[in-house]
């Protein structure tokens, strides 16, 4: 089993972006949770981040014959991208979307999710964990 964990724009400040909402923890930190739970389940995991919307879809349609789950958190283009959800779509790999705050509880206009359209599963609110729990519902299939 193949997955790959895709984090959008600001998320290489996990730690130092609104600690209030996202917690203290770093993106090296979720990186290495999420390498641990997957070594401990026999699955290999990829992991990519980036602050341009281009690269992210470059990197879904890089996934195409090559990862058998996508679990994504797009960050700020959840609520703006077309072309993210245009390639999860494309490509078919079941995706899980991922939000490490609940968007529903914070303003109006995060409450919308274009890529929500195209994935399997919403999983939000739950920290890191959600990380964890996406790939787990990947498993399940």
């Known amino acids: ?56 879809v470059d990197r879904i349609q890089q996934a195409y014959g090559n990862a058998d789950g996508i679990v994504i958190n797009p960050g700020a283009y959840t609520h703006t991208s077309v072309a993210l959800l245009d390639a999860v779509k494309t490509v078919g790999i079941p995706t899980v979307e991922v939000h490490i705050s ?26 890191f964990d959600g990380y964890i729990e996406a790939i787990e519902k990947i498993l399940n299939l």
């Open 1 to 56: 089993m193949k997955i790959l964990v895709i984090n959008g724009p600001n998320l290489n400040m996990l730690g130092i972006r609104e600690p209030h909402i996202y917690g203290s923890k770093t993106y090296a930190d979720l990186c290495d949770m999420i390498s641990e739970y997957c070594e401990g389940k026999n699955i290999q995991v990829d992991f990519y981040q980036s602050n341009h919307e281009g690269c992210l």
């Open 102 to 127: 609940d968007p529903d509880e914070r303003e109006d206009f995060r409450k919308i999710s274009y890529i929500r359209q195209g994935c399997i599963a919403t999983i939000k609110g739950k920290g």
